[in-house]
């Protein structure tokens, strides 16, 4: 499930480092001192709300999973951020056409804004992910529940998560990608 929430920190991250970075060279109407000031600001901001929105209901899903069943239809990590990533990607190109468009305005802050969401998406990961090590189980959405393009793991449809051993799938908690120890 974390893997889920996870999938969209990069795409937002990069997009938003670059076009903050493009966004600097133009020098636009408030200029690039309040441009950067603004989108510091902004960067903040958009942290602090994507990483703690939601947490309630994560926090009630959480609590009331269940051991996941045989029938239970659960994907692999690749798989999610995949499906993940192809379901928006029309809105992450959206969203960085919007940044770089707004440095014309304010250099920097769309870019910034879009750093921040990527950034608040990898804390609240972070966060899912002391949650499954504390609880000793990684927490997972069936596919079934997730939207069509393949997010939400907190939205209406979403019932229940299931639970399943640490060491279950090739994903470590957080949604990271689970590292294999080295043959010694």
């Known amino acids: 499930m974390a893997v889920v929430v996870r999938a969209g920190a990069a795409p937002l991250w990069w997009a938003g480092v670059f076009a903050g970075g493009v966004g600097v060279l133009v020098p636009g109407v408030t200029g690039r001192r309040i441009g950067v000031m603004a989108g510091a600001a902004l960067f903040i901001v958009a942290a602090a709300v994507v990483a703690y929105r939601g947490r309630r209901r994560y926090t ?6 269940a051991r996941a069943g045989r029938h239970d239809v659960l994907q692999d990590r690749a798989v999610t951020v995949r499906n993940w990533r192809r379901g928006h990607r029309w809105w992450l190109l959206l969203a960085f056409v919007a940044a770089l468009g707004s440095a014309f305005a304010v250099p920097a802050a ?4 879009l750093a921040g969401c990527g950034a608040g998406l990898r804390l609240k990961a972070a966060w899912l992910g002391r949650r499954e090590r504390d609880g000793e189980a990684l927490l997972w959405v069936r596919v079934d529940w997730l939207d069509a393009r393949g997010g939400r793991p907190a939205g209406k449809p979403v019932r229940a998560y299931r639970g399943t051993g640490i060491a279950a799938g090739d994903a470590a908690p957080g949604g990271a990608r689970r590292r294999t120890a080295a043959l010694v």
């Open 110 to 113: 769309g870019g910034m804004l």
């Open 60 to 65: 009630d899903l959480a609590r009331g999973a």
